[in-house]
């Protein structure tokens, strides 16, 4: 089938010279969609959207967006329980850009709940498959949006990295994820799990797919205060080399790491050679303080999520559960009913790194960790264009195999959980095969460095010619 | 370490009604992760700023302008109970 | 043993802005139940607050005429804790980094000055049946959100009266800065006191409990006097003080403990993510401190140049009410209406007429201002004596009108140095001979019997200067 074969770039391209209909696309991949094996969609649209602009730039290309972008009358319910066919009565902003751009909404794709989890195991309504071996997890949070693009149930879809949910799905799932730098895109009808951390971006077949998604999702929003105006257009990479780039590689990240597999280090190492082919400069750098990442974040993130998690208490939407007229009662039965054993972790890690007497040692200082991380950036982005990691120390693992352990289970994050700790974007590029599984490349820049880190992520996916067409 | 009792507090704290089994649970698994976490106590960050925000966007104010509201059947329309034009709920007492 | 009272006020203020604090859901009162709420004041998954400017504003300006220190950077926090309603699970207020800190007003010194947001409203539905035995309450979203300022007072307030009167104080004082309505009845204005009482004389001060729900200004002195009372009762009694929060009941007077939550004090403050710091700009405070009327410390300078006394400037300083109607007297005084009224006895007959209102906003009674400044003249230009004028100003209150009409219609004019008070002078002699006879004999103090004689006669119309003068002449001393 080649419309399949098509890239979303690709497939607007045709759109606007009239060589493809949007309402042929947008049927052959609802039918995908709505034929779905992975569980990867938990809602899939069944009205033909209105024909788009002429000049919209995206061109009809239907997109995924994960469960937690709320949209207006559609089942919004972050993949829990507690939300379970909540119909908002508004939408999301980077949706409403996506629409307004020309995109319809194509289904809603399962996520671990509220976002928490880095497997997909923890959503409310079950795992998603990973689309090279079913067997496998797809990664989380975001592993809906990943495996859909990846097994062409979806031309592209957006997901949110807190600690790198969108970077770990796209790895173990082969596709590409950038993680913007935080303020670049709204949150607003994004449903929280951690705000300062919570960034949405796309997850898409090729960096192309990834940069013309993402110029669509840029701009100040009124409703997020917190939101940026982007200080530049997003430009359609077209780097063909890596000539003055310098490229620092974290010793801390890498070479000191436990638990990196050997295949997902060979690859590494391949890669940056091929940046050096490319003319790049290649050097070791440190990040003192990357190891404690995952510490801070495992604080941050919870505290966030304990107090962001409050509203759902069984009064104004959502599920209630209520046995013999007990305020209280009535809130503790519903939050113990509607949420899942991992969300329920946090919020008691969250809340206890609050409470009092607990704060200064562990959400006080986990803060000050995290100044301490954006200053190591800030020194390595003096001498180096942008520091490079895998992004996941692993491939895609077996279903089940972590969720007896969740300290297992955060411990993969390292390489992840850093630069949203910085606020600093960051993109993951399938970068070769080992055991017949995606391993793939992850590439930082300071702040707004969108432009550059997609140029050079352009010129090493040229170079590499990973081949994603396996799972579809 | 965290035990029982605290489980119990935090618990309560968060409104999360949980079982013997799960209490157990907690226990370990949270005084396992905390282990872990425990490692940042040995940094020294004497005169170090805590970061409240990533971003630090100057105004961030909005002017003081209505916006149109939802419609009272909107707003209750995911409520699940529903008393004389609000949101219904077991009485907090005094 | 003496016990002395130690305390400090928290008041919450509604702001008078066009929308809510943190979202474009217009302010109301009165409205149905939930017609005022949006995304954001709802707490739908996925919405998030934007700080309105004009509430900024309005803190700022309460912050500048509160004398405080203004942050130019201030954060939000959340204060987490479970009740419904409170939409998001937390409420969005200041915590360590407030927006103003320090400051005066009167005697009082101020704490802290911050924003956050008001919660919604529940309504008790008693029992509904529906589980048997259950009661039932439902929330009502139109207020939750509405911009709050907080008021926080050092432990400076030392009796139940004085801390009414320095409330009604900060009451005028906000009522001048057109920020808020200051309604204690609708609940615009609310107040919450720390109470607790030691022995006089001794700088240490005593477990303190709160008070809450004191919706007018006379319950705030009852429900501090009440408390006070039951603090000193204890501790006579050999108990102690037991830090706790208190309903005050108006109705029977009674206190209440509010039921001891255990998380009560672990609200686990931390800095809101949500909103991005308050940078207060020099501009800001620029435009702040355009749009604020003359302060009560100015005022209260300009007053003493007027040669008011210090406790009159300070009391029409602080009461605008009083202070504006002072002015508009005067101003009409000055446009000379023939006698040349001072203006500290213009302001004494202004204190006068506030007492014979009971406190009341003179403005709003039945004397206008051009009435007092003419009742002021007749009296300055001996027309009428002080007490036929405190009679008139009597029936000024009662029915409004023009003084000197009703000099005119009960003849209460004074009565001059003419026959007719010879007449009651040697009358007056004659009727008290004794009184006469010390006086002759040099005690000159003797001779009030004669003059009140003559008082009474002229029913007040006499100028007692000259019937003294008249007395002591006709009695040869
Ligand atoms: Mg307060
Ligand atoms: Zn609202």
Not at chain 1, 330 to 353: C, D, H, N, Q
Not at chain 3, 403 to 417: D, K
């Amino acid at each position: 089938m080649t419309l399949l074969a098509l890239t979303a770039a690709q497939a607007a391209e045709q759109v606007r010279a009239g060589e493809l209909a949007p309402a042929e696309l947008w049927e052959a991949y609802r039918e995908r969609a709505a034929a779905d094996e992975l569980n990867a969609f938990l809602w899939v649209a069944d009205e033909a959207p209105a024909s788009p602009a002429d000049d919209a730039p995206l061109a009809g290309v239907p997109f995924a967006a994960k469960d937690l972008f709320c949209v207006r009358g559609v089942p919004s319910q972050a993949a829990s329980r507690i939300l379970e066919d909540y119909r908002p009565p508004y939408t999301a902003t980077v949706v409403e850009q996506i629409v307004a751009a020309g995109a319809p909404v194509l289904g809603k794709t399962n996520q671990d709940e509220f976002a928490m989890g880095s497997s997909n195991e923890n959503s409310g309504f079950g795992p998603v498959l990973n689309p090279w071996d079913r067997s496998r997890v797809p990664g989380g949070s975001s592993g809906g949006s990943a495996a859909a693009v990846a097994a062409g149930l979806a031309p592209w879809a957006i997901g949110t990295d807190t600690g790198g949910s969108i970077r770990q799905p796209a790895a173990l799932c082969g596709v590409v994820g950038l993680k913007p730098t935080y303020g670049a895109c709204s949150r607003y009808g994004m449903i929280a799990f951690a705000s300062s951390l919570d960034q949405a971006g796309p997850l898409t077949r090729d960096v192309t797919d990834a940069a013309l998604l993402f110029s669509a999702m840029v701009g100040k929003d009124h409703c997020d205060s917190t939101s940026v105006a982007f200080p530049e257009a997003v430009r359609r990479p077209r780097a063909e080399d890596l000539r003055g780039i310098r490229l620092g590689v974290p010793e801390e990240l890498t070479s000191e790491a436990e638990g990196l597999e050997p295949g997902v280090r060979e690859n590494f190492e391949a890669t940056l050679r091929l940046a050096e082919e490319l003319g790049a400069e290649v050097e070791p750098t440190r990040l003192p303080h990357a190891a404690h990442g995952l510490s801070a974040y495992y604080l941050i993130a919870p505290a966030e999520a304990s107090s962001n998690l409050a509203r759902y208490d069984g009064v104004r939407y959502g599920l209630r559960v209520e046995a013999d007229g007990d305020l209280v009662d009535m809130y503790s039965r519903t939050r113990a009913a509607g949420f899942g054993p991992e969300v329920k972790r946090r919020i008691m890690l969250g809340t206890y790194a609050l409470s009092a007497g607990y704060y200064d040692a562990y959400y006080g200082r986990a803060q000050r960790v995290r100044t301490k991380i954006a200053e190591d950036f800030a020194g390595a982005f003096e001498r180096f264009d942008f520091v490079v990691t895998p992004t996941s120390p692993t491939v895609a693992f077996p279903l089940g195999a972590r969720t007896d352990d969740p300290l297992a289970m955060y411990l993969a994050d390292y390489c992840t959980v850093p630069m949203p700790l910085a606020g600093i974007p960051a993109i993951s590029i399938p970068n070769g095969l080992s055991e017949g599984l995606p391993t793939s490349f992850q590439i930082a820049g300071p702040a707004f460095s969108e432009n550059r880190i997609l140029d050079a992520a352009y010129a090493l996916e040229q170079a590499i010619g990973f081949d994603g067409s396996v799972p579809r | 370490m965290l035990d029982r009792s605290e489980v119990l507090h935090v618990a309560r704290l968060a409104r999360l009604r949980l079982t013997d089994e799960e209490v157990e649970r907690m226990s370990r698994e949270l005084s396992k992760v905390l282990d872990h976490i425990e490692k940042i106590s040995e940094l020294d960050l004497e005169g170090v700023p805590p970061t409240s925000h990533v971003v630090d966007v100057p105004g961030g104010l909005r002017a003081d302008e209505p916006r149109p509201c939802l419609s009272r059947e909107e707003a209750l329309a995911s409520a699940p109970a529903v008393a004389e034009g609000g949101f219904e709920v077991p009485s907090p007492g005094l | 043993m003496s016990w002395e009272p130690v305390i400090g006020l928290e008041v919450h203020v509604q702001l008078s802005t066009r929308t809510k604090m943190f979202c474009g859901c217009e302010l109301s009162f009165g409205d149905p139940p939930n017609v005022h709420t949006c995304s954001v004041c709802l707490g739908l998954p996925g919405s998030l607050p934007v700080a309105n400017e004009r509430a900024v504003q309005y803190a700022l300006k309460i912050g500048l005429a509160l004398e405080c220190e203004l942050a130019p950077r201030s954060i939000f926090h959340r204060k987490n804790y479970f009740y419904p309603d409170l939409s998001k699970g937390y409420q969005i207020s200041q915590y360590d980094e407030p927006l103003c800190r320090g400051g005066r007003l009167g005697d009082v010194r101020i704490h802290r000055v911050h924003l956050e947001e008001d919660a919604a409203k529940l309504v008790h539905l008693g029992q509904s049946g529906r589980i048997h035995g259950s009661d039932r309450s439902v929330v009502d979203f139109n207020r939750g959100g509405t911009p709050l300022v907080e008021i926080v007072t050092e432990p400076d307030l030392r009796t139940p009266e004085d801390a009414r009167e320095w409330l009604v104080l900060l009451r005028n004082t906000l009522r001048q800065l057109a920020v808020s309505d200051v309604n204690m009845e609708e609940g615009s204005l609310r107040c919450d006191a720390n109470v607790s009482v030691r022995q006089a004389g001794t700088a240490e001060l005593g477990t303190k409990t709160e008070l809450k729900n004191m919706n007018s200004f006379r319950f705030v002195e009852r429900g501090i006097r009440a408390e006070v009372e039951r603090q000193v009762g204890l501790l006579e009694s050999g108990q102690n003080v037991v830090q706790e929060t208190l309903h005050f009941d108006p109705q029977g007077g009674t206190l209440t403990p509010l039921r001891s939550k255990e998380e009560a004090h672990d609200y686990r403050y931390f800095p809101e993510p949500d909103l991005v710091p308050v940078r207060v700009t020099e501009e800001m405070v620029a435009a702040a401190r355009a749009e604020l009327p003359e302060l009560p410390a100015a005022r209260a300078e300009r007053y003493l140049e007027l040669e008011l006394s210090a406790d009159t400037a300070r009391r029409f300083a602080y009461r605008p009410d009083l202070g504006d109607y002072f002015e508009r007297a005067l101003a009409v005084a000055a446009a000379g209406d023939g006698a040349d009224v001072s203006a500290q006895s213009l302001a004494n007959w202004v204190a006068e007429l506030a007492s014979q209102l009971d406190d009341a906003d003179p403005a709003e009674s039945k004397v206008a201002p051009e009435a007092l400044a003419r009742l002021a003249g007749l009296v300055t230009g001996r027309g009428v004596t002080s007490a036929v004028a405190q009679q008139v100003l009597g029936r000024l209150v009662a029915e409004g009108g023009d003084p000197a009409a009703i000099v005119e219609a009960e003849s209460l004019a004074t009565i001059g140095g003419g026959g007719e008070l010879e007449e009651t002078v040697r009358a007056a002699i004659e009727a008290n001979p004794d009184a006469a006879e010390r006086v002759r004999a040099g005690k000159a103090e003797a001779i009030g019997p004669i003059v009140g004689y003559v008082m009474r006669e002229t029913k007040g119309r006499a100028d007692g200067g000259q019937v003294t003068r008249m007395v002591r002449e006709r009695l040869g001393v």
